[in-house]
């Protein structure tokens, strides 16, 4: 489990018209947020992406950068991308299973097609949602093992407001005995 406060794990892929994606390079005043999505064959995914593609400048007036990233190959992320309009956000693909495991994220296997006629691969992963600090450390996360029921990026920015103007701690870090 990834700890607030605490470094999370290195993510570096290619992202299809940005370069290279480094989470330890990123130069954000106050952190990345980073959309792990299940991929092609999700049509709710394409639905919360498309709502992250249109909050992208709002973050952006944030300090704060976005990230969409799943385990699909180039070509499935830039049909995920032509299907929400991606200007602003970015597409990272090529994910290994090994790193999203890395970040806490849960596995699924391959159910065939999908209610939009879209074979699921053999193995991906679930969403996830993090918010990282410019220093590479958890301040929010939410880890599902379905594809329904995300947050909502217009509270994430209420939050993130909050947070901003009280100085807003990250939270769940004691590790102590209960």
Known sequence: MLLPRQKTPDLKLPTLSHGVFDLSAENTERGTIICFYRGLHCPICATYLGEMQKQTPAFAERGVSTIAVSSDGQERAQAMADKIDADALRIAYDLPLGVARDWGLYISTSRGKTSIGIEEPALFSEPGLFMVTPQQTLYYGSVQTMPFSRPHF???????????????????????AV
């Open 154 to 176: 217009s509270e994430l920015l209420g939050a993130l407001d909050f947070a901003i103007k009280n100085d807003y701690p990250a939270r769940g870090e004691y590790t102590g």
